[in-house]
């Protein structure tokens, strides 16, 4: 089964907490701190394997975790790196967040690799905490939190030529001709329902040739089978427009070329400016006098589009066809080669870390009931770290909430001796000190 589209959560590992633990051995009076700090957690990796070829895995499996880094222990024994978690998928897909819908990563050479979530900072032990005031303190910082993130899985086939034009049009026909590809060949509308690759191989050049499912009217608006494969056409470099010179079907092969056309703009205007090569298929039931296909050839002209009258069922001008993608495909390298590709990824999502996000130190204050709630993503961490049966870690929650303009905020908001501040269910009674 051919999956091109898949939607997936991930999460990376949490960081290991920081010990608090204190020397315990004979013959040293008074020991002091020696927790160790926590092992970062484990990163969520994209790497593009040229051995996939679908996104197919991804339809049956969801949810995807890094490992946890191990917590820090005595002596000042860090804890174990969390492992990465390598996800696999075919050369050619571009990774999207799912929620704002910007682009991650492309992934279109084989080995190219996106960190996708940045696995949670270990946490500090208990004697980084040590200073010449807090001798013994007996609290240690809790690990980096948990990156989660729903990304979405867009897989477009990487080929040089691709094929495009309405159902029942002969591509199917032409890609098997041209290569040793064996698409299902049918006289029946959507016949290839997957796009098919194939290898064309010439006398002093070879290019990866694709079938692209037909294209309808209104194909880019979500109308027939189009729109889930006209993504494919994106990574082309030239593409053969096959129409059906005979008018076998009973439509006017210039309306053909036309509506095609039309959608590829409406899709993306990219996809419109690609350089086109028209195959004029079926030549061998055409009629001598076909004023259709006069028309269509006039307005080739006109627009200085190259077309070439072929026959995939017998096989006429297919070499004709073939050789003239080559030599466009080597132009276009030669000019990649001189002047370098530009290729824009619009609206680019940078991955960091959740300490690294502008809201992370924010601290909200929501005034209920008589009662001042207080979140935050930092305020979290340092709330995870802290032990309310020890005055010196209390003291360093408290410090936290001063630095960061919080007790001067509730103070504005009303705030009073006797008060009480909740912070993720727990309660304390404010003191004005």
Known sequence: MFVDHAEILISSGKGGDGAVTFRREPFVPEGGPDGGNGGKGGDVIFIADRNLRTLMDFKYK?????????????????????????????????????K???????????????????????????????????QAPNFAEAGGAVSEREVTLELKLIADVGLIGFPNVGKSTLLSVSSAAKPKIADYHF????????????????????????????????????????????????????????????????????????????????????????????MDIVEEAN???????????????????????????VIELLNAASGLLDRIHQEEAAYGTSKILENRLEVTRPEDEPDYRKIKIKHEDGIFHLSGK?????????????????????????????????????LEEGDTVCMYGFEMEYTDE
Do not use: C, W
Not at 235 to 240: A, G, H, L, N
């Open 62 to 98: 969801r949810n995807y975790k890094a490992d946890d880094g191990e917590n820090g222990s005595k002596r000042n024994r860090y804890g174990k790196k969390g492992n990465d978690l390598i996800v696999k998928v075919p050369v050619g897909t571009v990774v999207l967040d799912t």
């Open 100 to 134: 704002s819908g910007l682009v991650m990563a492309d992934l279109e050479t084989d080995g190219s690799q996106l960190i996708a979530a940045i696995g949670g900072k270990g946490g500090l032990g208990n004697s980084n905490f040590k200073n010449s005031r807090r």
């Open 191 to 282: 016949t290839t329902l997957v796009p098919n690759l194939g290898v064309v191989k010439l006398a002093d050049s070879d290019f990866v040739l694709a079938d692209i499912p037909g294209i309808i009217e209104g194909a880019a608006q979500g109308a027939g089978l189009g729109f889930d494969f006209l993504k494919h056409i994106e990574r082309t470099k030239v593409v053969i427009h096959v129409v059906d010179a005979a008018g076998s079907e009973g439509r006017s092969p210039l309306e053909d070329y036309g509506t095609i056309n039309r959608e590829l703009a409406d899709y993306s205007p990219r996809l419109a400016e690609k350089p086109q090569i028209v195959a004029l298929n079926k």
């Open 291 to 317: 004023d259709a296909l006069d028309a269509l050839k006039a307005e080739l002209d006109k627009q200085g589009i190259p077309y070439f009258p072929v026959s995939a069922a017998t096989k006429s001008g």
């Open 378 to 414: 930092q305020l979290k961490k340092i709330f995870d770290s802290t032990n309310f049966n020890d005055y010196g870690s209390m003291r360093y929650l408290y410090n936290h909430l001063e630095r960061t303009g919080t007790i001067t905020r509730m103070k504005n908001l009303g």
